[in-house]
């Protein structure tokens, strides 16, 4: 059996030979499908770690504007002893000032967008020091990955085991309603994922996406 670094090398040749975004890792029918046949667990695309248990740490910009579509630069990337605020926060500030040259960027510097782990939300609130016209927020499309995956988990587990349990006579009358209240309530979720995983889209486009969430959740209250 091929060993967990042959596979992740192996699978990085394939997406780069066949022209496969790197963020496609994080789709989730995607990940379902590779934890499910391979039984392989994928790292989020800007998080990972060498063979040696080392951090690697990816800077990507791009120019912030309602109507144009972005394009994306990797300006740094680096090798993490440690991932916290401090390493983190050092190493974007560092590759900014490298990339720019000088320090009167700084008032350019806008929106800063991360997951959510605790210590990139610390990492956002340490850059606000330098960078006072930037706004740090989570990817939304995380956000909503984790909500779906919390609802599948915690809210509703009588419907993850409906191929799994031979017989359900007694709950059926639960499993109908839980799905009757998945489908008026949360059936947006997937569809707002797919639409926020589009590549180059622009910011107006990704406004009204989540618009419409907001919609759906008022208008089923």
């Known amino acids: 059996m091929a060993s967990r670094n042959e596979f992740l090398t192996d699978m990085c040749y394939v997406l780069v ?3 496969i975004p790197f963020n496609k890792l994080q789709s989730t029918p995607f990940k379902n499908f590779l934890q499910k046949y391979v039984n392989q667990n994928i790292s989020n695309e800007n998080e990972t770690t060498n063979s040696r248990g080392l951090y690697i740490c990816s800077l990507i910009v791009g120019i912030l504007h309602p109507e144009i579509m972005p394009t994306s630069f990797l300006i740094s990337c680096k090798e993490l002893k440690k991932t916290n605020y401090e ?3 050092r190493f974007m500030n560092d590759s900014l000032m490298e990339f720019f040259g000088d320090t009167l960027f700084q008032d350019k510097i806008l929106l800063f967008i991360s997951d959510a ?3 990139m ?3 956002g609130g340490a850059l606000k020091i ?3 016209n930037m706004i740090h927020i989570t990817c939304v499309t ?3 990955n984790r909500v779906a995956e919390k609802v599948k988990k915690k809210r509703f587990p009588g419907i993850n085991k409906l191929n799994m349990t031979p017989n359900l006579s007694k709950n059926t009358a639960s499993i109908i309603s839980d ?3 998945i489908r008026s309530h949360l059936s947006e979720l997937p569809n707002s994922i797919t639409k926020l995983e589009k590549q180059n889209s622009t910011l107006n486009y990704q406004i009204n996406v989540v618009e419409t969430i907001l ?3 008022k208008s089923g209250l």
């Open 121 to 123: 939300i610390k990492t």
């Open 17 to 19: 030979a066949i022209n």
């Open 179 to 181: 799905l009757t209240f």
């Open 130 to 132: 330098f960078y006072s």
């Open 215 to 217: 919609a759906a959740q």
């Open 87 to 89: 390493t983190v926060s």
């Open 142 to 144: 995380h956000g909503l």
């Open 117 to 119: 782990a605790p210590y």
